[in-house]
Every structure is written in structure tokens, then in C-alpha cells.
């Protein structure tokens, strides 16, 4: 029986890349909608570019819902330095075939959960806004949330600020809301997505595929990834949100350790650190698996046979 899940998202390149994947696998992934966010770029296009994306992929049976334009608390941050000014620089993607649903996402994440025969996963590959207000507004949706399978956080260095992960530090109070909500996490950090490097080598095995997929992705990949090449001095862009759908389709290529994790919503150098208690040192009971290794090469290869 496939998987019955949420993909919420901030497309954004490798939310992109994430979809791709999910999109290609029905039998697995029963996908009851995606839900969009402000992150990466505004909603307006961030829904527009899941649309799209849902259009290439020829699955515009899957239903997108615009969300939360904007955290709990702080003002948007985007990473239009990262995706572009539309979120999907590099090429350009079909026009949408279906239209955006009327009902907010959040109405969706609540009326779905509520309404489902059984427990949802809930894939988030952006800041966790959607979901926290949806929390607020109906904790009880929690027992229908089997797990959440999120890219996000960081046990070391952050990406936006020296502490702090993009999704997390967007809407620190949102990811609070969701770790200490009690729904089982497990979390997928800059530590392991920076191990799952786009090299040149691999972009041109994407293209050589020379499927539109194939294409997309090399395309989507070739120009996202060079400020953070540049900043890391990686050998190619990071695949942060793929990994997160990796994880439903093949568990085995990661691995995960039980922690206390909690996000510092208080200090100016800190704001939007995950304070992953990696070594037990508060003797909390564990809110979060955090992923301890990944097969790269193995998400890759899952990749190539998914393009
Ligand atoms: O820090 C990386 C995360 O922030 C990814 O989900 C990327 O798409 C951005 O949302
Ligand atoms: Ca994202």
C-alpha cells in the first residue's frame, strides 16, 4: 500500500529536485496534497512553482494549497541569492495545468488529518509555519501524524547565520511549536545534506538521462548551487530536500540518533538554532531523531533511476 503523506514545501530548487522524486513514485507515495509556504522565495511563487512542477512531472492530480505568507513572529527571509527571484532560475518550467485549490493549506493539513482512515507522514522540506498553525489552531490533528520527516536544523554550522539553518531560522517560533508538540521527528540536518554534494560529473549523468526531468533537474542544479559552492568550497550544491523524500522511498540509506532537540528563539547571534543534545548531556527524554549518516551515492542512484 503506498504511503499516505503531505509534502509541504518552499520551491526553491532542491524543494524541486524533493518533488521530482516524490512525483515519480505513486506506488509508494500516496501524496494527499502539497502544501506551500513562504521561504525560499513569497508564496505567490513558491505555489506558482509547485504548480509547475506538478505540470512537468505530469501528475497535476496532485492538489497544491497555498499557505502561511509569512512567520509566526519575525518578517520574511527569503534565499532569492540561492533560488533566484522566482525560486526556479536556471529554466523555465511548463505553464501550470491545474489551478491553485481555494482552501488554505492549513485548513487542508487540518480537515485531512482529521478525515484520514490512518496516520499521515508529513514530509516539510521548508520553514515549518503551515504546520504550526495548524497545530494551534487543532492539537488534536497530532494523533493523526505518524511521523515528520523533516529537512531542517543544524547539529554544527548553520547556512544563514553562523547557528542557525534557513527553514528553522525563518520561523524559530514554528519550529517550537512542532518540537515540542510530541509528534515523532526525525530530522535531516545540514550535516548530512552537505554530505549529499551535485558534482559535475553527476549534472551531466541527470542530462545524459535526456529525459525532461533530467534536464529540469541539471538545469534547475547547474545554477543553483554556485553561491553555495563558492561559500562552502563544495564540489557541488547540496541536496538538501531530496533527502527528506530519500528517506520515505529507501530508510536504509540513512541512519538516525535519539536526541533532545529545542530551538533557541531568544538570543540575536542564535536565533533559529536547533540545540541538538547530541551527547545526552541534559538527560531530557528524546523529542527528535536526528539523521547520523547518510549513503550519498545511494540517493543518487535512486535519483537517476527516478529521472
Ligand atoms: O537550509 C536549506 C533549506 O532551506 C532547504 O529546504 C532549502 O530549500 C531552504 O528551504
Ligand atoms: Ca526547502
Redesign the pocket.
Known amino acids: 500500500m503506498a504511503r499516505p503523506i503531505i509534502i509541504d514545501?518552499?520551491?526553491?530548487?532542491?524543494?524541486a529536485i524533493?518533488l521530482f522524486l516524490a512525483l515519480a513514485h505513486p506506488t509508494e507515495l500516496n501524496i494527499l496534497g502539497i502544501t506551500t509556504v513562504a521561504?525560499?522565495v513569497p508564496l505567490h511563487y513558491t505555489s506558482q512553482n509547485a504548480l509547475k512542477i506538478c505540470a512537468l512531472a505530469n501528475r497535476a492530480d496532485i492538489p497544491v494549497y497555498a499557505g502561511c505568507p509569512r512567520p509566526l513572529i519575525r518578517p520574511l527571509s527569503t534565499?532569492t541569492d540561492?533560488?533566484g527571484a522566482t525560486g526556479l532560475q536556471g529554466t523555465e518550467l511548463p505553464e501550470p495545468i491545474q489551478p491553485l485549490r481555494v482552501q488554505h493549506a492549513v485548513a487542508f493539513l487540518i480537515e485531512t488529518l482529521q478525515q484520514a482512515p490512518e496516520p499521515v507522514t508529513l514530509a516539510t522540506?521548508?520553514?515549518f509555519t503551515n504546520l504550526a498553525v495548524a497545530l494551534i489552531q487543532a492539537p488534536q490533528i497530532a494523533d493523526k501524524i505518524d511521523t515528520i520527516i523533516a529537512?531542517?536544523g543544524a547539529i554544527t554550522h548553520g547556512?544563514?547565520t553562523p547557528a542557525a539553518?534557513?527553514?528553522i531560522?525563518?520561523d524559530p517560533h514554528a519550529a517550537q511549536v512542532v518540537f515540542e508538540s510530541g509528534i515523532p521527528i526525525k530530522l535531516i540536518t545540514?550535516d548530512t545534506?552537505h554530505q549529499v554534494l551535485t558534482t559535475p560529473k553527476q549534472l551531466a549523468a541527470f542530462r545524459q538521462l535526456n529525459t525532461a526531468i533530467g534536464h529540469a533537474a541539471a538545469d534547475l542544479l547547474a545554477h543553483y548551487g554556485t553561491p553555495e559552492i563558492e561559500r562552502y568550497g563544495m564540489q557541488g550544491a547540496?541536496l538538501?530536500?531530496p533527502c527528506v523524500i530519500a528517506y520515505l522511498l529507501q530508510p536504509e540509506l540513512f541512519t538516525f540518533k535519539d536526541t533532545y532537540t529545542t530551538i533557541d528563539t531568544i538570543s540575536p547571534e542564535n536565533l533559529g538554532r536547533t540545540v541538538i543534545d547530541w551527547w545526552g548531556r541534559t538527560e531530557q527524554p528524546p523529542n527528535a531523531q536526528v539523521a547520523a549518516s547518510v549513503d550519498a551515492a545511494g540517493i543518487y542512484k535512486l535519483l537517476m533511476e527516478s529521472f
Do not use: R
Request: proline letters at 10%; charged letters at 15%.
Open positions: 514545501c518552499d520551491p526553491g530548487v532542491d524543494d524533493a521561504g525560499n534565499a540561492i533560488h522540506l521548508g520553514p529537512m531542517g547556512n544563514i539553518e534557513f527553514n531560522y525563518v545540514l545534506t547540496p538538501h530536500d
